[in-house]
């Protein structure tokens, strides 16, 4: 079976380099909108050249984004082929519609490297699921946030130098926002929750908020306390069968498994009612890292010993009032924090009582239209250590 790449930037060229390397499936074509050298006697005039060339029998797309990225997955998927991706903008806006056009036309559309870059961490899932209901999970899942609050908790680095050393090393996105706002810790989420409950989750009913207004004062807020501020996804089974999920900056203790994770690395968790507690770590963003973990998915797809990451999909109600947590926030808006929530406050930031998720990030969202720097985060205890 031949390959056909979409997009020859950073995790393309390393996807194109490993299979070389190993002697894996050929590609023998890719489109990208930009042309190297290396593509010579490889280029695709359209995604068209690719779908109607009989000797590819799987696409990898990692060109990034929503459009047309989704159009010529789609495209691939109708015409029969295979496709894996790293894209996870594009598998979490149409998991439903990619999932039931690869089952439809008999083909898989698999997406491990898109949620923690070189972990295996959403193949364990899918294989973890089916004997072993998911009851929590939770991780660090963006590369260019834990860079850089390593930066600045060690070196002390300001937040944009350290945000412009992630985009040179190529670990953020096109536009970083999606990282320091969290929206890409967010997908990866989404993708978490589809995989462990079989549903399609939109990343628009679930709130996320980023770590962009993130300041030396708040480090040093946690410094005091023993604790680091790490961005983290969180989901999981409500009591009352809903699911939770939300995305935010969260201070836990410095010597927690989470605390002691540094730069570009991630690390993610779930507790399944059999297994317990279950750990994976690794590489969450760069060339090499992703394009593995992209490469084994193509292998599974071309060997047909591949999992299948979802069973029947079905809606599930999503609730985030049930949980509690204290938060930190930082804010010149603090007198607009109702009293009765704070629970300590020096007159610049609060620490309040156990709220819930939805109401903490609905408040937020009301103060950040009078104090566009607010921050805020979860607060967590936790007796592990790393
Ligand atoms: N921008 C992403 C990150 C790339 O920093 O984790 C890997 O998904």
Same mark, same amino acid.
């Given at each position: 079976?031949?390959?056909?790449?979409?997009?020859?930037?950073?995790?393309?060229?390393?996807?194109?380099?490993?299979?070389?390397?190993?002697?894996?499936?050929?590609?023998?074509?890719?489109?990208?909108?930009?042309?190297?050298?290396?593509?010579?006697?490889?280029?695709?005039?359209?995604?068209?050249?690719?779908?109607?060339?009989?000797?590819?029998? @799987?696409?990898?797309?990692?060109?990034?984004?929503?459009?047309?990225?989704?159009?010529?997955?789609?495209?691939?998927?109708?015409?029969?082929?295979?496709?894996?991706?790293?894209?996870?903008?594009?598998?979490?806006?149409?998991?439903? #519609?990619?999932?039931?056009?690869?089952?439809?036309? &008999? /083909?898989?559309?698999?997406?491990?490297?898109?949620?923690?870059?070189?972990?295996?961490?959403?193949?364990?899932?899918?294989?973890?699921?089916?004997?072993?209901?998911?009851?929590?999970?939770?991780?660090? /899942?963006?590369?260019?946030?834990?860079?850089?609050?390593?930066?600045?908790?060690?070196?002390?680095?300001?937040?944009?130098?350290?945000?412009?050393?992630?985009? $040179?090393?190529?670990?953020?996105?096109?536009?970083?926002?999606?990282?320091?706002?969290?929206?890409?810790?967010?997908?990866? @989420?989404?993708?978490?929750?589809?995989?462990?409950?079989?549903?399609?989750?939109?990343?628009?009913?679930?709130? +996320?908020?980023?770590?962009?207004?993130?300041?030396?004062?708040?480090?040093?807020?946690?410094?005091?306390?023993?604790?680091?501020?790490?961005?983290?996804?969180?989901?999981?089974?409500?009591?009352?069968?809903? /699911?939770?999920?939300?995305?935010?900056?969260?201070? @836990?203790?410095?010597?927690?498994?989470?605390?002691?994770?540094? #730069?570009?690395?991630?690390?993610?968790?779930? *507790? =399944?009612?059999?297994?317990?507690?279950?750990?994976?770590? =690794?590489?969450?963003? &760069?060339?090499?890292?992703?394009?593995?973990?992209?490469?084994?998915?193509?292998?599974?797809? /071309?060997?047909?010993?591949?999992?299948?990451?979802?069973?029947?999909?079905?809606?599930?109600?999503?609730?985030?009032?049930?949980?509690?947590? $204290?938060?930190?926030? $930082?804010?010149?808006?603090?007198?607009?924090?109702?009293?009765?929530?704070?629970?300590?406050?020096?007159?610049?930031?609060? *620490?309040?009582?156990?709220?819930?998720?939805?109401?903490?990030?609905?408040?937020?969202?009301?103060?950040?239209?009078?104090?566009?720097?607010?921050?805020?985060? &979860?607060?967590?205890?936790?007796?592990?250590? +790393?």
């Amino acid at each position: 079976m031949k390959i056909a790449l979409l997009g020859h930037g950073t995790i393309g060229l390393g996807v194109d380099h490993i299979l070389k390397r190993t002697g894996g499936p050929e590609v023998t074509k890719i489109l990208s909108l930009i042309v190297d050298d290396e593509m010579a006697g490889r280029t695709a005039s359209s995604i068209d050249d690719i779908v109607s060339d009989p000797e590819i029998g @799987l696409v990898a797309e990692v060109m990034g984004g929503v459009h047309p990225a989704y159009e010529f997955i789609s495209k691939a998927l109708s015409a029969g082929k295979h496709v894996v991706t790293a894209n996870k903008a594009v598998a979490a806006a149409y998991f439903a #519609e990619l999932t039931a056009l690869a089952e439809a036309n &008999g /083909v898989s559309f698999r997406y491990t490297s898109a949620a923690g870059g070189s972990i295996p961490w959403l193949m364990n899932l899918a294989r973890a699921k089916r004997v072993n209901p998911v009851l929590a999970l939770s991780g660090i /899942v963006n590369g260019t946030c834990n860079y850089i609050l390593t930066r600045m908790e060690e070196d002390g680095v300001p937040f944009g130098e350290a945000l412009s050393d992630a985009q $040179r090393l190529g670990f953020a996105e096109r536009d970083p926002a999606a990282d320091i706002d969290g929206a890409d810790t967010l997908r990866k @989420l989404v993708l978490s929750l589809n995989v462990a409950y079989d549903t399609a989750l939109r990343e628009e009913t679930l709130p +996320c908020a980023g770590i962009r207004n993130i300041t030396p004062e708040d480090l040093a807020f946690g410094r005091a306390l023993g604790l680091k501020v790490r961005m983290l996804m969180k989901g999981g089974r409500n009591e009352d069968g809903s /699911v939770y999920g939300f995305a935010e900056p969260v201070f @836990l203790p410095a010597d927690s498994p989470e605390g002691c994770v540094r #730069e570009n690395m991630n690390l993610v968790s779930y *507790v =399944g009612t059999e297994s317990g507690l279950q750990r994976f770590s =690794g590489y969450g963003a &760069g060339r090499y890292p992703t394009a593995y973990n992209l490469v084994e998915d193509i292998l599974d797809a /071309v060997s047909g010993t591949a999992v299948p990451y979802t069973g029947h999909i079905a809606p599930v109600a999503v609730r985030n009032d049930l949980l509690m947590r $204290r938060y930190y926030v $930082r804010t010149s808006a603090l007198p607009e924090v109702p009293a009765h929530i704070i629970e300590s406050t020096d007159g610049t930031a609060a *620490v309040t009582r156990p709220v819930s998720p939805a109401d903490m990030h609905r408040l937020a969202k009301l103060l950040l239209e009078k104090d566009p720097l607010l921050f805020f985060a &979860g607060m967590e205890e936790g007796e592990e250590k +790393c």
